[in-house]
């Protein structure tokens, strides 16, 4: 019954996974057609220790890179339009679950409630897009959320945050 409860409770805490975007409403997203690197058009990882590897770098990189161009925005590093920047944060949290003492059979009928502490692991994902000529941020969007233990961190569910964390870019004409 517990682990029923806790199996509840963490499928409820993933379907809280929030994106938000912001973005500069007096620009018009149209005119820009190729983006790299913030970092000098090097791609650079910002990212918790342990994500540090060249196959997660290389699956955060080609995801980004694939996203954009069919967003029709083209990868050049000559002279591109736009700097895309990108952060990953991972946090422990602690959550207290109670249940109640009938989860043990010898105390059922009881209304006492045993308390027990989980961690949780939460994640962000956010993409700064920065005007070259302006050096101004221009759109950003971040998608938080509670991650399996250990994160997934295969190139499907990368491609799958990368996607959600780029779905209203570029932001449509009001």
Same mark, same amino acid.
């Given at each position: 019954?517990?682990?029923l409860v806790?199996?509840?409770?963490?499928?409820?805490?993933?379907?809280?996974?929030?994106?938000r975007?912001?973005?500069?409403?007096?620009?018009d997203?149209s005119? +820009?057609?190729?983006?790299?690197? $913030?970092?000098?058009c090097?791609?650079?990882? @910002?990212?918790?220790?342990? %994500?540090?590897?060249? &196959?997660?770098?290389?699956?955060?990189?080609?995801?980004?890179?694939s996203?954009?161009q069919?967003?029709?925005i083209?990868?050049?590093?000559?002279?591109?339009?736009?700097?895309?920047?990108?952060?990953?944060?991972?946090?422990?949290?602690?959550?207290?679950?109670?249940h109640?003492?009938q989860?043990d059979?010898? +105390?059922?009928?009881?209304?006492? $409630?045993?308390p027990?502490?989980?961690?949780? @692991?939460?994640?962000?994902l %956010?993409?700064?897009? &920065?005007d070259?000529?302006?050096?101004?941020?221009?759109?950003?969007?971040h998608?938080?959320?509670?991650?399996?233990?250990?994160?997934?961190?295969s190139?499907?569910?990368?491609?799958?945050?990368?996607t959600?964390?780029?779905?209203?870019?570029?932001?449509?004409?009001?």
């Open positions: 019954m517990k682990k806790f199996f509840i409770f963490i499928i409820g805490a993933f379907s809280c996974d929030t994106v975007t912001e973005y500069d409403t007096s620009i997203f005119q +820009y057609k190729t983006f790299c690197w $913030l970092e000098g090097a791609f650079t990882f @910002t990212g918790p220790a342990y %994500l540090d590897d060249s &196959v997660v770098q290389s699956h955060v990189k080609e995801s980004i890179i996203t954009m069919k967003k029709g083209q990868y050049n590093d000559n002279d591109p339009d736009l700097l895309v920047d990108f952060h990953i944060t991972i946090e422990n949290e602690k959550a207290i679950y109670y109640g003492v989860d059979p010898y +105390y059922y009928r009881t209304t006492f $409630l045993q027990e502490e989980v961690i949780l @692991t939460r994640g962000t %956010l993409i700064h897009v &920065v070259r000529q302006r050096s101004e941020v221009i759109w950003q969007s998608a938080e959320g509670y991650l399996e233990d250990p994160p997934d961190l190139k499907k569910n990368i491609q799958r945050g990368i959600r964390v780029l779905k209203d870019f570029p932001p449509s004409k009001k």
